[in-house]
């Protein structure tokens, strides 16, 4: 089944402590990006990912790294977490040049910071 | 980042059409979408529409885009409660692969 994954899908840590969620896509997609939805504000992008070693900055990249090694995972590292990264958590991907660059998303990833 | 509006909250009755509306203020953007996120779900893509169409039919669902007043709708006939969810409008430019969402549409439907 093509699908994007995240884990873990729920998590509450304390300010301060490293964290990463991770992502992967068995799609051969070559375009990731890692998205937050926080209520009014819809989906903001923080950061993407055009093919391996390739990362951009998205609207919202403070806080936040990258890292694409391989086509199929994208993780998404908080090095020292605060409360204002309390948010739900989404990392989508899409086949780079296919019109109508259908976005495929994971099921989101609810993370609270104490 | 570019800037899509929509209104926070739809409620309608069961059975009837919901409109929910975007407007955005980029006139270079190619292609507009709509995305349905159903309660704990990730978003899905619903339908879209290039930039030089004015409306677009699939099945329940209905766009109308006009883009002298960057303004896109989303209808949807014969509301059931199984399109209770979030909204989510977009929009991509051209060249670019990043989609710009609006703030999404909570459509509650009412039995």
């Known amino acids: 089944e093509a699908q994007v994954t995240q884990n873990p899908r729920y998590l509450i840590t304390v300010t301060g402590k490293k964290l990463t969620v991770t992502c992967s896509q068995n799609m051969n997609h070559e375009y990731m990006s890692w998205y937050r939805q926080d209520p009014g504000l819809g989906l903001r992008q923080i950061y993407y990912s055009m093919n391996v070693e390739v990362t951009d900055k998205g609207d919202v990249p403070e806080g936040y790294k990258v890292s694409r090694k391989e086509k199929r995972n994208f993780p998404l590292i908080l090095e020292s977490p605060s409360p204002n990264q309390t948010s739900l958590y989404f990392c989508a991907s899409s086949r780079e040049k296919s019109v109508p660059y259908e976005q495929y998303f994971g099921p989101g990833t609810r993370l609270t910071v104490t | ?111």
Not at chain 2, 58 to 81: C, E, F, G, Y
Not at chain 2, 93 to 103: D, E, K, P, R
């Open chain 2, 1 to 111: 980042g570019e800037d899509v509006e929509q209104s926070l909250f739809l409620s309608v009755r069961e059975g009837d059409s919901s409109v929910i509306n975007c407007t955005y203020t980029d006139s270079s953007s190619t292609y507009l979408y709509w995305y349905k996120q159903e309660p704990g779900a990730g978003l899905q893509l619903l339908t879209y529409i290039f930039s030089n169409m004015d409306m677009k039919q699939d099945q329940r669902l209905t766009v109308l885009l006009n883009k002298k007043d960057k303004h896109l709708s989303l209808r949807i006939a014969d509301t059931q409660t199984g399109d209770s969810a979030i909204y989510f409008c977009a929009e991509i430019q051209t060249g670019a692969n990043n989609l710009f969402f609006g703030t999404g549409t909570r459509l509650t439907v009412i039995p």
